[in-house]
T-cell receptor, first 113, second 114 residues
């Protein structure tokens, strides 16, 4: 089954404790991205990757890191989480260049206290 | 920069009736794609319908159809014969041709009442 898998689905952590949210897709998509969803703001792009070893900032990259060592995986790293990073996070993947459907993971609800 | 505006934060409709969700966008590009995504309480993002800007014909998917007005930069979603399972957040989204980045509106929360 074609899917994007994120883990964990829920995470509560303390300020400053490094964490990683994993994302994996099995559709051989080149393009992967991370979004955060906040009430009243919709979804905003954090980082994206056009292919292996190619990543770039989206609209709200501060406080986040990503890596793309393999085509299927695109982890989101918060080196020193802060309460303003409490949000719902989505990983998405799609084919490049043809405006096709983006496939989303199940979402990760992160709370930073 | 491209922007997407959904002017209705919340809407409600009676079961079996028709509802229209509004979306406008701003771009100077001619090659782009528009989407409506549904997010039910499960949080999963589900594609409802997709429109290619170069196609004049409005996209339809069963009970879902769009009214795409390119000159007015408007992309409204019509849901016919509303069902309880249509209760969800609906997001309008835009992507420029050659760029996979999705630009989302702030969403419309739709409630279908029995």
């Amino acid at each position: 089954e074609a899917q994007v898998t994120q883990n964990p689905r829920y995470l509560i952590t303390v300020t400053g404790k490094k964490l990683t949210v994993t994302c994996s897709q099995n559709m051989n998509h080149e393009y992967m991205s991370w979004y955060r969803q906040d009430p009243g703001l919709g979804l905003r792009q954090i980082y994206y990757s056009m292919n292996v070893e190619v990543t770039d900032k989206g609209d709200v990259p501060e406080g986040y890191k990503v890596s793309r060592k393999e085509k299927r995986n695109f982890p989101l790293i918060l080196e020193s989480p802060s309460p303003n990073q409490t949000s719902l996070y989505f990983c998405a993947s799609s084919l490049r260049g043809v405006g096709t459907e983006a496939f989303f993971g199940q979402g990760t609800r992160l709370t930073v206290v | 920069a491209q922007t997407v505006t959904q002017s209705q934060p919340e809407m409600s409709v009676q079961e079996a009736e028709t509802v229209t969700l509004s979306c406008t966008y701003d771009t100077s590009e001619s090659n782009y794609y528009l989407f409506w995504y549904k997010q039910p309480p499960s949080r999963q993002m589900i594609l409802v319908i997709r429109q290619e800007a170069y196609k004049q014909q409005n996209a339809t998917e069963n009970r879902f159809s769009v009214n795409f007005q390119k000159a007015a930069k408007s992309f409204s979603l019509k849901i016919s014969d509303s069902q309880l399972g249509d209760t969800a957040m609906y997001f309008c989204a835009f992507t420029q041709g050659g760029s996979e980045k999705l630009v989302f509106g702030k969403g419309t929360k739709l409630t279908v009442n029995p």
